[in-house]
C-alpha cells in the first residue's frame, strides 16, 4: 500500500508563492506518474498538474491552462518526493489541494480515475 502525504499549503496574499511537497512511502521505486488536483467548495476535483517518469525517457510535465506560465511541477527521485511550486497566486486558486499517484504504466494524466492512489489534501487560501 502506497501512503502520500502533503504539505505545504497556507494562506498567501495574492501575487504570492507556495510551494507544496507530497512524499511516498510503503512501495519501492517511484510512480509512473504524479499528479496534482484541487477542489474548491461545492465544486469538482480539478486537474491542476503532472509528471509522468519512464527510464528510457525520463520526466514530462503536463498543465491545466488556468495555471500554465505559474506553476510547476517537479520530482526528486531521490526523496521520492514530487514538488508543486506555485507563483503568482490568484484568489481563483484557493482550495485543497491533493497529490495523487499511480504505479501503472499510462499516458492519461488528466482526471482523478487516472490515480490510484491520493493524500489527504492541503489547503491553500488566498486572499485578495
Known amino acids: 500500500q502506497v501512503q502520500l502525504v502533503e504539505s505545504g499549503g497556507g494562506l498567501v496574499q495574492a501575487g504570492g508563492s507556495l510551494r507544496l511537497s507530497c512524499t511516498a512511502s510503503g512501495r519501492a521505486g517511484g510512480s509512473s506518474a504524479s499528479g496534482w488536483f484541487r477542489q474548491a467548495p461545492g465544486k469538482e476535483r480539478d486537474f491542476v498538474a503532472a509528471?509522468?517518469?519512464?527510464?528510457?525517457?525520463?520526466?514530462?510535465?503536463y498543465y491545466a491552462d488556468s495555471v500554465k506560465g505559474r506553476f510547476t511541477i517537479s520530482r526528486d527521485n531521490a526523496k521520492r518526493t514530487v514538488y508543486l511550486q506555485m507563483n503568482t497566486l490568484e484568489p481563483e486558486d484557493t482550495a485543497i489541494y491533493y497529490c495523487?499517484?499511480?504505479?501503472?504504466?499510462?499516458?492519461?494524466?488528466?482526471?482523478?480515475?487516472?490515480?490510484?492512489?491520493w493524500g489527504q489534501g492541503t489547503q491553500v487560501t488566498v486572499s485578495s
Open positions: 509528471i509522468s517518469w519512464a527510464r528510457w525517457s525520463g520526466s514530462r510535465t
Open positions: 495523487a499517484a499511480t504505479y501503472d504504466s499510462t499516458t492519461h494524466y488528466y482526471t482523478p480515475a487516472d490515480y490510484d492512489y
